[in-house]
């Protein structure tokens, strides 16, 4: 049987959104939804929501994961409240096809002013160095590399026509 963290991340996205019991190596069990699943690290982000109580977070780190089991398919619902934990209440409030629409802005944009981006799903991927996620603001950039962080928050910044509502960039 194949290692967690020797699996792929196409596997290991087959259980994003659903409730799980993930087994570390000690024989301890760990019981939430997947929010998702680092694709370096193999570590397991767990979210578990309880009626009037604040949502806890879980990192399970990949190399001590033996075991995820299912317990319950996550729902449209239940992605929902799971986005909702990390999105802000602005980025909630976009329909599908808002958000589309910005997507497709942000990349027009890049490629008109030279920059590689390609569509990875619901991210936008600059030059293997960077992810752009929902709602598509400076803000919502990630990178390691400061440098290409702080230009592609600027382009971004700047595409002419678009609402930057208080738009606030942080690395």
């Excluded at 990949?62 to 929902?80: C, F, K, N, S, W």
């Excluded at 980025?91 to 569509?119: C, F, G, I, Y």
């Excluded at 290409?148 to 382009?155: A, P």
Aim: charged share 25%.
């Amino acid at each position: 049987m194949l290692r967690w963290s020797s699996r792929s991340p196409r596997h290991w996205h087959e259980f994003v959104n659903h409730e799980v019991c993930v087994t570390a190596g000690d024989q301890q069990r760990f019981e939430g939804r997947v929010f998702t699943v680092d694709p370096v690290s193999a570590s397991v982000v767990l979210v578990s929501v309880q009626e009037n109580e604040c949502p806890s977070v879980r990192v399970i780190l990949g190399h001590a994961v033996t075991d995820v089991q299912i317990l319950r398919r996550g729902t449209e619902e239940t992605e929902r409240q799971m986005k909702s934990v990390f999105l802000p209440d602005r980025a909630q409030d976009l329909s599908a096809e808002e958000l589309k629409s910005r997507r497709e802005s942000v990349r027009l944009w890049l490629e008109k002013n030279r920059v590689p981006v390609t569509e990875d799903g619901e991210l936008l991927c600059v030059a293997n160095a960077l992810t752009i996620s929902a709602p598509y603001r400076p803000g919502d950039c990630s990178s390691a590399n400061e440098i290409i962080l702080s230009r592609i928050q600027s382009l971004v910044e700047s595409i002419p026509g678009a609402e930057q509502p208080s738009a606030q960039t942080h690395q």
